[in-house]
C-alpha cells in the first residue's frame, strides 16, 4: 500500500536537547515534499497538545524562521515529561482519527517509543492505516539499537569540553574537584570527559559511570592516590552512581543511588515562615519534620566534605555541570546537528514507503576503512521501547578502568573537533 | 631615564580567566622585542613562585607553542590566591634584586595590584631601577579605573549563552529555574544573563546583583508574579546576594550573605566514619558537631525549595553554573581575547618607556560615533588597589531593575556575537 492522503502529527517529548529542533525541522521540510501530507502539525508539548487538540500547523512557516528554529536548542513545539495512561493514549487516537491523521512523528527517548507503539496498537486494532515513526533523542545515548542517539554528541562536546577548560584550571591552582555529569542509568556522558585529556597528567583523572558499584573507600582510596601522584585530581562523577552498579542489577532490582544515601545524612529544616504548612504541598516532610531532598544536586557539594574531611585536602570543588550540558548553543557537534536532521527527514521518508506500518530510525556506522559516516534504518517500535543501552562492558577492563582508545574510536567523531591546549617545552609541569 | 637593562619577571594571579593567558603571551611576544630585556622569567604559581625561585625562561618558547599557550584557558604559569604579608613582599623584592630583575609585570586582580605597589614602595625606597606593571584580569569585572576587565568578556559570553540556551529549555518544559552567577560583589555577570534575551516573553525575568539588599519574601512575590504571568520564571541571582546590599554597606560593614544564612538552617552530619575526628582537619564542625557548611554551592538548591514550599510550584530547578563561566573553551569572547592580549603588550611598551615608574592597564573605550573600539592608558597602581567597582548605580532603575539598553550598550561588545534563537510566526507562544 502506499502512503495514505492525510495528515501528520509531530511531537517533542522528555529533556531537550541542543539539537532535537534539528530532527523537527529536518521532518517538516521532507514532509512538505510529499503530497499525500496534506498537513504537518506541530503538537504543544507532546502527548499533552494532543490530548488537549494544541497544534500548529507547519507547512507554511517561512524557510528562514525554520532555519533559526533547527539552530535553537530545545523543543520549540514545547516538551513534556508526563507518560500517558493507556486511557490517555486511546484519546489521543480518537482525536487523530478525527483529524484524520495518518501519519505520526514522535520525536523521544524510549518512553515515547513505547507512547507510539500504543497509540499504533490502537490505529491495527481498528484496521486504521495510520503510520508511526520514532525519531531518536537523547544525551544520556541510552536508546537500543541505534549506534548513538542524536543529542548524544552535543552533550558530550559540552562535557567534554568543559573538563578540557577546568582541567586547566585545576591545574592552574591545585587541588581536587569533583565534576557531576548527566546520565542517571549510562555512563556514556560522564565516560565522554575522557576525551577532554590531551597530554599525560590531564585530567579527568578518575571517572565513575553509573554501570559499576560505586564504593564510597574505594573512591576516598582513589582520590588519595590521584592527589598524591600528581598534586591534584580532576574527577567525573556520573549522577547516577550507585550502590551495585547498573550491570550487576538483577530484574526488576532498583539501583541504591549515592545521591539519595548522602541526603538521608543531611537534615533542612527551611526558616520557619517558608516550611510547607502541611504534608501534601510540592515540597514534603520527612519523618523527622525535615524537608525531603531529593535528586543529586547536592552530591557533588557532600563529596567534596567527603573528601576534605577524610583525606584532610584543604582546596576541595565541586561543580554540577546541570543544563548546560543539554541546552548550550555554543558546543553544538555538527555531525550530531547534522545527523539529528537526517532521521527527521528518514523518517517521513520512511512513513510513506509502500507497506510501512511502525518503527523507530536508528542509525548504523558505515564501515569506510576508518572514515565516519552513517546510514539509518527502520527497526520495529518494540525493539527500542521500554529498556535501554548501557554503557558497553567490552571497553571496561578488569580493574574498572574505560578504555579510553576503545571508546574513543567510537565517540571522537560524534563529538566534533576540540579545541587544543598548548605546554610549554622543556618544563617539568 | 630609559628603561634599564636587565630581567624580567611576570606572573599570574588569583582566580584564571578563559583569556589570562593571552595578556600572558602579549607580554612575552612584545618583551622579546625590547633589546633592554635580557630574559623574561614566567613565575610558577605567582608569588609562591617568586618566593620560592622558581621560574620558567620564556624567550626562548617556539612562537607555536605560545600561539597554543595563547588560546588555551586558565593560568599556564599555573596561579595562588595567597596574598602574601609584607615580609614576603620584602624576600621577594630581595630576590629580584639577586636575579638583577628590573622589569615585573602581574597579570591579576586588585590585590595583585596590591602586591606589586609593596614591591615597588621597597625598589623606590633603596634607588632600586624596577619597573612593575600591573596586567587586570577579572571574571567579575570589579577593577577600578579601567572601563572594564579582560576576562570579564568571556565569562560573560558563557553566562549569556548559559541562560539562552536555558530559556529555551523553561519554554520547553515549563517550571521555575534558578541559575547561580558567579561575581560576590560585583553583579555585573549576574546582569550580563539580560543580554539573552531575544523576544519579548524570554527570560531571565527576574535578575537579582548583590549591590541591591536581597529579600527572601520580595524574592517570593517576584518569582510567584512572573510564574502567574508567563507560567514559568528563569532567574538570575549573584552567588554574592546579601541582606544589605553592596551599595549601602557602611565603611567596614560586611555583607550578610544569603547563602551563609540559607546553611544554618542545613544540619550536615557525615557518614560516622567520615566525620572529623577533631577540630584543626580541613572540616571544621559547628557548636552542635555538624560539618561547618560554606560556599554557596547549596544556595540555589535551597532557594529552590523555599519557593517550591511557599509557592506551591511542582517544578522548579537550579543550577550553579561553577567553573564554566571562566574557563569554558568555546565560550571565548573575540574582543576579550584581543583585548587581552593587547594590555599584555602595551604593559612591556609602558614599562620601557622613559622614565616609567609603576602603573596598571586600564581600558578606556574610544568614541567613535557608537564603533566600539578601545585604547589604553597607564593608571597608578594605587588608583586600582584595595579596592573595587560595584554595578554602575546609574543603569539600576528607581524599582531596583537594570536598564537593559544601558548596560547592554556597555557589555554587547564585549560579549560578542550571539547564536540567535528562532519562534515560529503567527503563534502565541
Redesign the interface.
Known sequence: MPGPRGNAVIG?SG??T?VI?RSFIGAIMEARKHAEILELYGA??GVQGMLKNEY?PLFD??NF?????????????????HKPSKDEIRKIFDNFKKMDVRYFFYIGGNDSAETAYIINSFAAHEGYDLRVVHIPKTIDNDLLVTDHCPGFGSAARFVT??F???N??N????GV?INVVMGRNAGYLTASSLMARQYPKDGPHLVYIPELPFD?DKFLEDVDRTYKEHGRALIAVSEGINRQGIYNLKEGEKPEYISQW?LE???????EK???KSNG???ELDSHGN?S?S?S??M???LA??V???????R?????????Q??????ISETDAEEAYRVGVDAVIAAVQDNFDEGSIAIKRKDMSGIYGIETAVTPLQSVQKHTKNFPREWISENAVIDERKFGEYVKPLIGTL???????R?T?
Chains 1, 2 share one sequence.
Not at 579545541?419 to 617545552?425: A, D, H, I, L, S
Open positions: 517533542q529533556g531537550p541542543a529542533n504543544r508539548h500548529v512557516q517561512p524562521v525554520l532555519n533559526q528554529i533547527a539552530k535553537t536548542p530545545a523543543a520549540a513545539l514545547g516538551s513534556v515529561r569540553c568543559a578540557i577548560g577546568d586547566e584550571d591545574r592552574a591552582l591545585k574537584k564510597l548522602l545524612f543531611m537534615q533542612l529544616k527551611l526558616p517558608y516550611m510547607p504541598t510540592a515540597v524537608v531532598l535528586g544536586g547536592m557533588g557539594d557532600i566534605l567527603i576534605k574531611s577524610s583525606l584532610n585536602i584543604k576541595v570543588r565541586s561543580d554540577t555541570l546541570g543544563y548546560p543539554r541546552s548550550f548553543p555554543l558546543a579545541p587544543v591546549t598548548g605546554r610549554f617545552v618544563a609541569f
